[in-house]
Structures are given as C-alpha cells and as structure tokens.
C-alpha cells in the first residue's frame, strides 16, 4: 500500500484508500485486496515498534517491517498503517500476502513480548455470520469448519471426533448449516458474498476486503464494533494475572508474601477427563495432515507454543496440575483444576498475551463456549 504522508483521521485515511485505489495499490499483481489485522498490544503500544521505522499521520501509523526470512536478501519493506481501535487493541491495514506477512508482522508477535493476534471465539464468529446474514443477505461461497472430538456443540452423527471441512460451491450457506447440524462443526473461516461484493472474515482476527468501497470498508467497521467490546474484556482480563511480592515488617525481620491475581477458565459445555487432560500435557497428531491444511497446521503450532512440566493428574475425582512455559515469549505460571474449571496461577516473566495463547487453545480443544474470568469473578452465564 502506498499511503502518501498527511495527517489522517480513520475516515480520511479510509475515503483516500477508496478514492485512490490505483495509486494506494500500484504495483500489486493481484486484486487490489485491503487486509486488516485485530492485533491485542500492551496500553503503551508504541514502544513495542521503537526499533523499526514508524511515521505518525494523525490517528494512523505506518510501520515498515523489513522481512525476517532471510537478512542477506535485500527485500522491499512491508507496511502496515495501524488505528488505534480502543486502548490495547489495534487494526493494522495491509495490502500484504500472506508470505510478507509471514515473514514481518507474524514472526515480529510471535517473538515480541507485549503483542498477539485477537482471537475470536468460534461461538462468536458464528454470531457474526448470521448477522451478516441476517442484515445483509450475505451468502456464504466458501468455509472452514472444525470441531474438536470434545466438543459438546450438539451433534447428531458421531460426535467424538476431531473434524475439520474445508468447502466451497454456490450451496455453502446449506452445506454449513448442515454440518453445524449434523456434526456439530463451528466455522473458523468464511468466506462471504454480499450483493457484488466479497469479504473474508477469519477466527485469528484477520478481516480481507476483495473489493474495496464505502459499503464492504463500512462492513468492517460494523463487525468489528459489534465484536470490539468482548475482545477487549478478554485483553484487560488476562493483563490483570500478576505476581507481585508484599513486604511485612515482624519486628526487626521484613517478610516477603507473594501476591497472586489469578485467572480462571471456565467450560460450561464440557467435563474434563484424565485422558483430555493428558492430551494436552502431551499432545499427538490424531491422523495425518496434508500441506493445504492449514487450519491444522495452526492448531500445531499453538500446541508448540506450550510445554508442560511437573505435571500431575489423577481421576476420581479429577484433579490436575502443572507448570506451563510459554516458548516464545518466556513467560512461566502454574494451572489447577477440576472437571468443569482451571485456574491459571501467573509466576514469572508475567506478559497478558501468553495467557490469551493458552485460552485459545484450551477453548480450541475442550469447549468453544469457554470463559476466561478473575479467579475472583463469579461468572454469569
């Protein structure tokens, strides 16, 4: 994207994209597509980008990320122009591919402490399809779809298994109403055609716009008010887990008493078992994944993320522990559960977005309806 400097508010910076789409999109083979990326950061946000190159226009600031595949290439940059939606989240508009991206803003997250990509609920990014639906007459032409074996999402023919669908044709509104129906299966990318027009919506907060003007650019910002505010409570959740020490004076002694803000999931439409559990201290591929499956190959890659040490479960009733590493960003805490609940005790190198990771992937494998909360906080269903 070629944005030239000026001092921009949303609506400007948007209405010069629209207007301009030759010169904003010059040089691109492909159609002139407009990506936006809901991106969880820290309250002070740009000091996580001080050592790449920014330039502040009003309300948008572009920053150029050189590429980390390979230092002795001499690659273009790739810009990304970010709003600041609300306070600790971001949108970052690109005309990227997915290999740019890759190659800079994904692997700038996955090793910067203070930054992940948002994560939609698989029950809420249902929400927003038949929203679409609803308001617009939006038609769905193409779909993932997974369920997770426990998963308790109603099904009707053989439930306790991992399934994942990848589908298109003129029918996929039908075909994905039938397999929620008959397997239980919640959408995790659509595809969608309203009038003339078609937009990609995506669980990790990826939104794409296949043609660009003020209704599908409009549409964007609808869904992502609709979705800002539940977003936002998982962020302030999770950056509220701490570990801080508290120094009490007993006569000449200072003692130190460690103070804990823990976090709880819960599953309201699943009951933990032993064996769930030990799938997920030592998690397997359950059968062979192709290259195109790239679904599966991020549900790895979250599993990769974590490693589980000291682990201990026993059954009767079900009891479980262990101290979780999160690989990429270094941050150390300990869960505790039941059968219907696990609370998350923060330890060291304390960053919100690692807990954010490991609710995504207990959510993923054991409950799409899954809550994350204060462990302090009742919860109301």
Do not use: C
């Not at 994942?164 to 039908?174: H, K, T």
């Amino acid at each position: 994207m070629k944005i030239p400097d000026n001092h921009y508010t949303l609506e400007t910076f948007v209405e010069y994209i629209i207007d301009n789409l030759e010169e904003v999109f010059e040089g691109r083979k492909e159609r002139k597509t407009l990506k936006a990326y809901l991106i969880y950061v820290i309250k002070d946000w740009k000091t996580i980008f001080s050592g790449l190159k920014s330039v502040t226009l009003g309300d948008i600031v572009r920053i150029s990320f050189e590429s980390f595949r390979n230092a002795e290439i001499d690659e273009p940059s790739t810009d990304f122009y970010i709003y600041e939606w609300m306070p600790g989240l971001l949108l970052m508009f690109t005309s990227s591919t997915k290999e740019e991206y890759e190659n800079t803003l994904k692997h700038f997250i996955s090793s910067t402490r203070g930054i992940t990509g948002s994560w939609i609920k698989p029950s809420l990014l249902d929400e927003m399809k038949n929203y679409l639906i609803d308001k617009y007459d939006a038609k769905v032409y193409r779909f993932i779809a997974r369920r997770y074996r426990y998963w308790k999402y109603a099904a009707r023919i053989r439930p306790d298994y991992d399934r994942r669908l990848s589908y298109s044709g003129e029918d996929a509104n039908q075909t994905l109403r039938e397999v929620q129906d008959l397997y239980g299966m919640i959408p995790s990318s659509l595809d969608i055609r309203i009038q003339d027009w078609k937009m990609q919506i995506n669980r990790n907060g990826l939104f794409v716009i296949r043609q660009v003007n003020r209704k599908t650019v409009g549409i964007l910002q609808e869904l992502i008010e609709r979705i800002a505010t539940e977003q936002i409570r998982i962020r302030n959740t999770s950056e509220k887990f701490n570990v801080q020490t508290k120094h009490i004076s007993a006569g000449t002694e200072q003692i130190r008493i460690p103070r804990i803000t823990a976090g709880k999931i819960t599953l309201p439409k699943t009951i933990l078992s032993q064996l769930m559990i030990n799938r997920m201290f030592h998690p397997s591929d359950p059968y062979e994944i192709g290259e195109s499956e790239k679904e599966d190959e991020e549900m790895k890659q979250i599993e990769k993320e974590f490693s589980f040490v000291d682990t201990y479960v026993r059954e009767g009733p079900l009891i479980f522990a262990a101290t979780v590493v999160d690989e990429n960003k270094g941050t150390v805490f300990g869960i505790s559960g039941s059968d219907r609940e696990m609370a998350i005790i923060p330890k060291h190198r304390i960053t919100f977005e690692s807990f954010i990771r490991f609710y995504d992937l207990v959510a993923l494998n054991f409950d799409y309806d899954a809550n994350l909360t204060l462990f302090s906080e009742e919860l109301i269903v």
